[in-house]
């Protein structure tokens, strides 16, 4: 007994580890991307351009990840990139998930009219393709961060909704809601008190796999050009790049490809690790 | 006299006009240890919730009166009837399983409802929870307090649920099958504990079960259910001597000898069943064509 629960948490201990210290990384790269950058991300130097990776030949020392056709640092485009990505992972998939998540909670736990009408919403919300969806939604907003947040949320809050209604359907019919019931509590009481806490797990979950998606979605925003303007350096931006240039240097396209790959993962692997946490039955 | 808890033509239906309870009567006065018997799906659980305010949404109550205290709890809005109920009545749920709340301690989900609910003070709350765990005979208190309900058998969190029922001193405590989810040598337990605390407490008690062996233990009368209609209504001993309904008779012989591996068992025939059936269905029209 005691073996086996040590083993579940060597286990997540791990995915925690890498998971988390990639984030962890990206996020002080975020505040210290002006110290550790060895270039400025938006300076041009032509004489530079397509320099490749310091273990290839032809590289020049300060460009570790080479440079691109601009003679733009690689490296320190993605370091910048970062603040977008996380910026919007946090921002964009936090409010989602209360919109979602509350809204799913009401219509799990009241039922009635209140999931009539919130489910319905929920379906006709659906049924839009969600990328166009959310590039009818910049037009009309115009570009810029703040768009990209909404058009995140707007898009988004349906997962949550669907996913914490029927956990909290699930939890509402347990025996402890109805003893709670009959010993007096009121609704809104048992909600907040009795199944929220067991719903959470499920919500933390749904929000790091969100924050992930949130990633690509601004990187899938951005590669169409529908993000902040390209004096930013953001990783779609830079796929979207490194992609004319593809055959002449790989590593414009590459080096972000796998930073998004990572950071996706990472979310995906962390929202598995905390779930255990959170657990209690696994904790 | 007014009964202490008298139900009155009870009726409850599905939502697509199915019926599940059949106007049902009962009468139970205070200190009575009544068992509720009757087979899967006959409504008996549903009488116990429909006393508690907790019927499934899917369900309506077509007429009828629940009297608690002189009071038809029908009548009362959701916030009176949960103040009645909280302060005056209790639960001791099916499962054990799922009745107590994953994510909160033990000692906690105890005291919560006494502080939260009904406004005691942290200390007599804790003070109050470590005597009734006492009274359960739960070894080890402060370590049950300080668990989960997962860390703990089966066996164990049904004493805490029954303590819990009791924690507030309820005047009425439903029992809804609480042995059905236990192996039997803890049913057995569980069955005596629960019989020892409504004699120390005076509590009434309404014990709704499938298992005859279990009423004639601890209940002083009883009323058997089929199809959600009472069709037997008297005491124990009566019960046990002479059941005057033929389904009941039935019961009785359906019901396995354990003393006796040889004995072949006898399921309630056909017969009977249809001819309560029908007996059912007749009521079933006078009740729709007087409305």
């Known amino acids: 007994m005691v073996d086996s629960s040590r083993n579940i948490n060597r286990k997540i201990g791990l995915r925690m580890w890498l998971s988390g210290g990639w984030l962890l990384f990206l996020f002080l790269a975020t505040l210290f991307a002006p110290i550790i950058s060895p270039h400025d991300p938006l300076a041009q130097d032509l004489f530079a351009s397509r320099l490749p990776p310091i273990w290839m030949d032809g590289y020049e020392s300060t460009y570790y990840l080479g440079s691109d056709s601009l003679g733009r640092d690689v490296l320190s485009r993605i370091l910048y990139g970062a603040r977008i990505a996380l910026l919007v992972a946090l921002i964009a998939s936090t409010a989602t998930c209360i919109i979602g998540a509350t809204l799913g909670v009401l219509a799990g736990y009241f039922g009635g009219w209140v999931d009539l009408v919130i489910s319905r919403l929920v379906d006709i919300w659906m049924a839009f393709p969600p990328v166009l969806f959310a590039i009818l939604l910049i037009a009309v907003l115009g570009t810029g961060l703040t768009s990209i947040i909404i058009a995140i949320i707007v898009i988004d809050w349906t997962r949550f909704c669907r996913v914490i209604r029927a956990e909290t359907m699930s939890q509402s019919a347990m025996d402890y809601v109805a003893s709670a019931q009959a010993a007096g509590r009121a609704r809104f009481g048992i909600m907040v008190k009795e199944i929220f806490p067991n719903v959470l797990p499920t919500i933390v979950v749904l929000l790091t796999l969100e924050m992930g998606i949130a990633v690509i979605v601004e990187a899938i925003l951005s590669f169409v050009n529908l993000s902040i303007s390209t004096d930013f350096p953001t990783w779609g931006g830079m796929i979207s790049e490194g992609r004319t240039s593809v055959h002449q240097a790989w590593w414009v396209i590459v080096f972000p490809l796998i930073t998004l790959f990572l950071t996706v993962l990472s979310f995906s692997q962390l929202g598995e690790g905390l779930k255990d946490r959170f657990d209690p039955v696994l904790r | 006299m007014t009964a202490f808890l008298s139900i009155r033509n009870l009726s409850i239906s599905l939502q697509n006009g199915e019926r599940i309870l059949r106007s049902v009567n009962m009468d139970l006065a205070r200190g009575d240890v009544r068992g509720l018997v009757g087979e899967s799906g006959a409504g008996k659980s549903m009488i116990g919730k429909a006393i508690l305010g907790i019927l499934p949404r ?50 906690r989900q105890i005291t919560n409802r006494l502080i939260d609910i009904l406004g005691w003070s942290k200390s007599d709350a804790v003070k109050r929870t470590y005597d009734l765990l006492d009274e359960v005979r739960i070894p080890d208190p402060k370590r049950v307090i300080n668990s989960f309900p997962h860390e703990l058998s089966g066996g164990m969190r049904q004493r805490i649920l029954i303590a819990s029922a009791f924690a507030a001193e309820p005047k009425l ?119």
Request: with cysteine; net charge negative; glycine share 6%.
């Open chain 2, 58 to 107: 899917a369900l309506k109550i077509d007429e009828g009166e629940i009297l608690f205290q002189g009071k038809n709890l029908l009548n009362l809005n959701p916030r009176e009837l949960r103040k009645e109920i909280g302060a005056n009545a209790a639960l001791i749920p099916q499962d054990p399983l799922t009745a107590l709340n994953p994510s909160h301690r033990i000692g």
């Open chain 2, 173 to 291: 405590i439903i029992a809804d099958e609480p042995t059905t989810a236990l192996d039997v040598t803890v049913q057995k337990q569980i069955v005596s504990l629960i019989g020892e605390m409504q004699s120390r407490h005076g509590t009434t008690l309404l014990f709704v079960t499938h298992d005859l062996g279990v009423v004639s233990k601890v209940c002083q009368s009883l009323s058997v259910l089929f199809l959600g209609k009472v069709i037997e209504d008297t005491s124990v001993s009566l019960f046990f001597d002479n059941p005057s309904h033929p389904y009941s008779r039935a019961l009785l012989t359906a019901t396995p000898k354990y003393t006796d591996p040889n004995s072949d068992l006898i399921p309630v025939s056909e017969k009977i069943l249809n001819s309560v059936k029908e007996e059912v269905l007749r009521l079933d029209r006078e009740w729709s064509n007087g409305r």
